[in-house]
């Protein structure tokens, strides 16, 4: 049984910093892109950032190049997101997700 659990949201104040993690079980985690998404309220899910299998290649939405980083520890089989000079417009529920599997997500709020 597939499982992602993602931690680590929380409230924080404008640019401070964040780091989730998603804990993933039921599949071979070394073998598959992983993506971080979020959602804001009344607004569509965005793809946040993507890293591969190995975690060589790396890709960012715009809106957060330069401030996040995933990356991902494929012994332990988790995946992070470092999140770094927050701003409020970064207020979602944080996805972690396979091409197939999504987790239920964890809040962060940004406080201005």
């Known amino acids: 049984q597939v499982q992602l659990v993602e931690s680590g949201g929380g409230l924080v104040q404008l640019g401070g910093s964040l780091r989730l993690s998603c804990a993933a079980s039921?599949?071979?985690?070394?073998?598959?892109?992983m993506r971080w998404h979020r959602q804001a309220p009344g607004k569509e899910r965005e793809l946040v950032a993507t890293?591969?299998?190995?975690?060589?290649?790396?890709n960012y939405a715009d809106s957060v190049k330069g401030r996040f980083t995933i990356s991902r520890d494929n012994v332990k089989n988790a995946l992070y997101l470092a999140m770094n000079n927050l701003k409020p417009e970064d207020t979602a529920v944080y996805y972690c997700?396979?091409?197939?599997?999504w987790g239920q997500g964890t809040q962060v709020t940004v406080s201005s």
């Open positions: 997700s396979t091409i197939r599997y």
């Open positions: 039921g599949f071979t985690f070394s073998t598959v892109v």
């Open positions: 890293i591969s299998a190995g975690g060589g290649a790396t």
